[in-house]
């Protein structure tokens, strides 16, 4: 099976700026996951959507948003970008009727400017 | 309020002598835990995972022991290699929480 994929794999914006991120999860996988992660703080949760519909959301500000598709890709949106939003962003996809693990893309690398 | 610890930044081991890797967590609900691998620029690989009914799990040259009580486990490579170098991050999972993963600050090892 094809692994996770993200794209685009580098991305530069300036402040201001919004951008939209895309993950195509594993083939059968409906579970799709996003993280932040900056030097020195780990994985920070960003949302997790399952067929479609967000199931968790962490404690981000609502100019992250994100949705699936039906054939479970997902999307992520940054609004009014901000100099720290720089960061890699993570997504992983996994299928939760089988197992509680994770298979990541190689993400994002987001800088803005 | 971080459920998941690793209190270790970084990690120095020698080639050929053993990598013990700790993560602390506080919330009695988890019982499910893994162990990633990530290099830089990459993303996470999922390296060994514990359900919370076993105490120890093995894989090749890494082991995970997990200690309910202390709420504690941790990951051993034996032997360490070069190719070891990266940073390791836990997570747990609970029912509770629909499975969401929460993660630890990660540890870097430099073999």
């Known amino acids: 099976k094809a692994g996770v994929t993200q794209t685009p794999r580098y991305l530069i914006k300036t402040r201001g700026q919004q951008v939209t991120l895309s993950c195509s999860p594993i083939?059968?996988?409906?579970?799709v996951s996003w993280y932040q992660q900056t030097p020195g703080q780990g994985l920070q949760f960003l949302f997790e959507?399952?067929?479609?519909?967000?199931?968790n959301k962490g404690n981000f500000p609502g100019r992250f948003s994100g949705r699936q598709f039906s054939n479970s890709r997902s999307e992520m949106n940054v609004s009014t970008l901000e100099l720290g939003d720089s960061a890699l962003y993570l997504c992983?996809?996994?299928?939760?009727?089988?197992?509680?693990?994770?298979?990541f893309g190689p993400g994002t690398r987001l800088t803005v400017l | 309020d971080q459920q998941v610890k690793q209190n270790s930044p970084s990690l120095s081991v020698q080639e050929g002598r053993i990598s013990i890797l700790n993560c602390d967590y506080t919330?009695?609900?988890?019982?499910?835990f893994l162990w990633y691998k990530k290099y830089p620029a990459e993303g996470p690989t999922f390296l060994i995972s514990?359900?919370?009914i076993k105490d120890k799990n093995e894989d090749g040259r890494f082991t995970v022991f997990l200690n309910k009580s202390a709420k504690h486990l941790s990951l051993h490579i034996v032997p360490s290699q070069p190719g070891d170098s990266a940073v390791y991050f836990c997570?747990?999972?609970?029912?509770?929480?629909?499975?969401?993963?929460?993660w630890g600050a990660g540890t870097k090892l430099i073999i």
């Open positions: 514990i359900s919370s």
């Open positions: 919330n009695s609900m988890f019982d499910y």
């Open positions: 959507y399952f067929s479609e519909t967000q199931r």
């Open positions: 992983a996809s996994w299928d939760t009727l089988s197992t509680d693990t994770q298979y």
């Open positions: 083939s059968g996988h409906r579970s």
């Open positions: 997570a747990a999972s609970a029912p509770a929480s629909n499975y969401q993963l929460i």
